[in-house]
């Protein structure tokens, strides 16, 4: 019997669209821009759709939304209208939405079949009725063209979100853009359009950003060993120099001294229990091996005992030093979420549930003379401590999920 998928079609009723099969079949186009054109075809006349819109519907974020509507404009089914400004800035802007690239418009359509305003709210004004301008090539070769048609595309958005008309020049932009990529490694090879490209769709803020970044950027790719840089298209695209933290952010402090028993103190011990215990672990010696012989105990308590005593090095040490009222080098990363904790009595019913949950866990405890007040995670409120203590930690853990997840790659590296 054949395995070949077979398309069988429902009964229909009176919600559906005729749109040709060649929107779905070019290839041209990424399956993210024949779904928005899909999904503007099957719109009645004058329908207008927002970027909000288009986000909730695709399940995207706005750079996808936007590079999904360069799409369409660059290959011909979607155009800019005039734009009227007034008292220095645009009014809503729109696209014009054809069923098919077009170079003059088939005789009888008057009007657009979807416009699309680059704006939060929908606006009122009809699309235009005059005939479309000759749509360009889908593989152009004229820079400027190229350039200044994603130039549009995206500084009609920004006008049409109120904000003022931006003042930087095609020759501007265009000099930034060769002054950052003149010592690219290996851009000499590369092709120069796309890149070029992506840069005139990033927002002014962005491109300063791109280029202010891009020294650290390379910094951190050399710090991390990469054999490969990314070409600027990427770096552009993707916007990777927001991985790299700006000049202001460099320059913060990273970690602090805590006092012992507070917030931030306790915050990391937690933070330090909740990855894998890294210290040497060694096994069961001859007095162990004869108390398991004996019945007295079993050779997963001993090893539990001895993961609890030396699995956690750096908890060990912060013991140690606390109770010689040493306070230990905490992160920053985790401070709002340690505010959020709470003061536990030394002599509390509380303080016997979070020993219980550290022996649950395999955890070490305090030991010595304890303050009078420790913090720990805040607890819902429950009858059964057990169980609100538990759930405290797991909530914790989700907070400081990022720092876990770096912590985890260190301890893999230095592995």
């Known amino acids: ?28 186009l990424s399956m993210e821009a024949r779904w928005l054109l899909g999904y503007l075809l099957s719109k009645p006349d004058n329908w207008t759709v927002v970027i909000g819109d288009i986000i909730k519907k695709g399940g995207c ?26 008292n220095g800035k645009f009014d809503a802007s729109s696209l014009v939405i054809f069923d098919e690239p077009k170079v003059m418009p088939p005789a009888g359509v008057s009007e657009s079949v979807a416009s699309l305003p680059q704006t939060d709210l929908p606006a009122t004004a009809k699309p235009s009725t005059a005939e479309p301008s000759p749509a ?74 791109a280029a202010e970044r891009f020294p650290r950027w390379l910094a951190l790719l050399k710090a991390q060993k990469k054999s490969h840089v990314p070409a600027p298209s990427t770096y552009f695209g993707e916007k990777l120099w927001q991985d790299v933290p700006s000049a202001a952010e460099a320059d913060k402090p990273t970690s602090v001294m805590a006092g012992p028993y507070g917030k931030l103190w306790n915050a990391t011990r937690i933070a330090e229990l909740l990855c894998p215990s890294t210290g040497p672990i060694a096994g069961p010696t001859a007095f162990d091996k004869l108390q398991i012989d004996n019945g007295k105990t079993t050779l997963a308590d001993v090893m539990a005992e001895k993961r609890m005593r030396s699995g956690w090095p750096t908890v060990n040490t912060m013991h140690e030093r606390a109770r010689d009222r040493q306070g230990w080098v905490c992160p920053l ?32 405890f305090f030991d010595g003379r304890l303050p009078d007040w420790i913090y720990f995670p805040a607890l819902d409120a429950d009858e059964d401590l057990d169980r609100a203590v538990a759930s405290a930690v797991d909530r914790y853990r989700d907070q400081i999920s990022d720092f876990l997840t770096v912590r985890s790659k260190g301890d893999d590296h230095a592995a």
């Open 1 to 28: 019997m054949s395995q070949e998928a077979t398309i069988r079609r429902g009964v229909r009723n009176a919600r559906y669209a005729a749109i040709p099969n060649h929107v779905f079949e070019d290839a041209r």
């Open 61 to 86: 974020g706005r750079d996808k939304a936007r590079k999904m509507i360069a799409e369409l404009v660059e290959f011909g089914y979607a155009e800019r209208e005039e734009q009227n400004r007034k």
């Open 136 to 209: 360009k090539s889908a593989h152009s070769n004229n820079l400027d063209s190229a350039k200044t048609d994603y130039k549009n595309l995206r500084e009609g958005e920004r006008e049409a979100e109120g904000q003022e008309c931006p003042t930087e020049s095609s020759a501007v932009i265009d000099k930034a853009f060769w002054a950052l990529v003149k010592d690219w490694p290996g851009f000499a090879g590369m092709p120069k359009e796309p890149a070029r490209r992506a840069w005139y769709l990033l927002t002014a803020d962005e491109r300063h950003e």
């Open 333 to 364: 990363s985790i401070e709002e979420p340690a505010k959020g904790f709470e003061q536990v009595h030394r002599d509390s019913d509380r303080m016997e549930a979070w020993r219980r949950e550290h022996k649950r866990r395999g955890w070490p």
